[in-house]
């Protein structure tokens, strides 16, 4: 397993992280608390079990909150007790999200309703609730997970894919009007990490091959290979970026 890089100016700050208690969410739970940081996770299923885990192995415990963020009211509620137990929010990572696999002529309304609820619109609602106390903290940072799909134009779930390219514009558009506030806001876009999830529901070998094909680096992504990127655009380390998106993924996809 890799170690996160060290950042010490995130010691003690206050981190609320969605899908924190399983896949590149975990990682990141755990990250955090190597840092010595505070952090809250929230997440749809129980996640008591990861939560003991993690506190035994870094000495550090997360306070875990059982939450769907596509319920607005239930998100918010849960950042306002973040905020209210442990200080007010300095870094939003918005991470957790549906790739369940769709197709376009068989998507219906409540489809689209429930899929952008959960990797759209909750990254909104949650930025809203926490923007405030950044505010008044004077400055934080706001991390929303986007994926390389957009850019690609994968095929087989086109709503995950259009919420990808909405993350990113609504990522622009808050680092703008928040930059006044020092409230920094970028996303990152990781490639095919290899989670339990990925390997349970959709690697196969030759789909496997024929993404290494694509990656000018010829290994897989793990979950860890993301999160010193997170941990980087938490970091004053990263204090004058902002309205960027952070691409992890082995060089598939090229910017600029």
């Not at 918010?76 to 369940?100: C, E, F, R, W, Y």
């Not at 106390?133 to 940072?141: F, L, P, T, V, Y």
């Not at 793990?222 to 380390?237: N, R």
């Amino acid at each position: 397993m890799l170690l996160p890089p060290i950042f010490p100016d995130l010691e003690n700050r206050s981190v609320f992280i969605t899908g924190g208690g399983s896949g590149i969410g975990a990682t990141l739970t755990r990250a955090f608390l190597q840092q010595g940081a505070e952090v809250t996770f929230v997440q749809r299923s129980d996640a008591t079990d990861f939560q003991n885990a993690v506190a035994k192995e870094t000495g550090n415990r997360p306070t875990f909150l059982q939450c769907d963020i596509s319920d607005s009211a239930a998100l918010k509620a849960a950042i306002k007790k973040t905020s209210d137990t442990q200080g007010p929010v300095h870094v939003l990572v918005n991470n957790a999200a549906n790739d369940q696999r769709h197709e376009t002529l068989t998507t219906d309304d409540a489809d689209w309703d429930r899929l952008m609820a959960v990797n759209l619109k909750a990254y909104f609602m949650a930025a809203q609730a926490a923007i405030p106390d950044m505010q008044a903290r004077g400055g934080g940072s706001i991390i929303n997970f986007s994926s390389i799909s957009y850019m690609m134009g994968n095929a087989g779930y086109p709503l995950y894919v259009t919420a990808n390219a909405g993350i990113n514009g609504m990522t622009r558009a808050l680092a703008r009007e928040f930059g006044a506030d020092k409230i920094r806001v970028n996303a990152l876009a990781p490639g095919w990490v290899m989670t339990q999830k990925q390997l349970d529901m959709w690697v196969t070998p030759e789909a496997l091959q024929g993404q290494l094909d694509r990656q000018c680096l010829k290994e897989t992504l793990a979950p860890e290979d993301i999160s010193g990127g997170v941990l980087f655009l938490a970091s004053d380390a990263s204090r004058m970026m902002t309205g960027q998106t952070m691409v992890i993924d082995g060089g598939v996809v090229v910017t600029g």
